[in-house]
């Protein structure tokens, strides 16, 4: 059984930054693709990012594409999210994930182990 656990969430004003990153407890799975979804209230969770199992492909959501990016460091088995230039907008909580194969994969179907998530707040 491998569980994700995210931190670095929290409460940031509009145009500033975060990094979240994601570790799993237990057994390592280095060898799979990780992504990140986030769900606002009253929404559905919502494809965000993701990295292939190698780091070397990666896919982002449209409203993202340019101030956030994934990257992973499989030595310290995390992955992490950068977001900079936050906007109200991106308020949410954000979920790692774990997929059954290599990825880099947008669909929340490909992913199988899921984090509690981290609170994201952006102020205006």
């Known amino acids: 059984q491998v569980q994700l656990v995210e931190s670095g969430g929290g409460l940031v004003q509009a145009g500033g930054s975060l990094r979240l990153s994601c570790a799993p407890s237990g057994r390592t799975y280095n060898s799979y693709a990780t992504g990140w979804f986030r769900q606002a209230p009253g929404k559905e969770r919502e494809f965000v990012a993701a990295?292939?199992?190698?780091?070397?492909?990666?896919d982002y959501a449209d409203s993202v594409k340019g101030r956030f990016t994934i990257s992973r460091d499989n030595g310290k088995n995390t992955v992490y999210l950068q977001m900079n230039i936050l906007k109200p907008d991106d308020t949410a909580v954000y979920y790692c994930a774990k997929a059954y194969g290599l990825g880099p994969y947008s669909s929340r179907h490909k992913y199988d182990y899921w984090g509690q998530g981290t609170q994201v707040t952006v102020s205006s």
């Open positions: 990295i292939s199992y190698s780091g070397g492909d990666t």
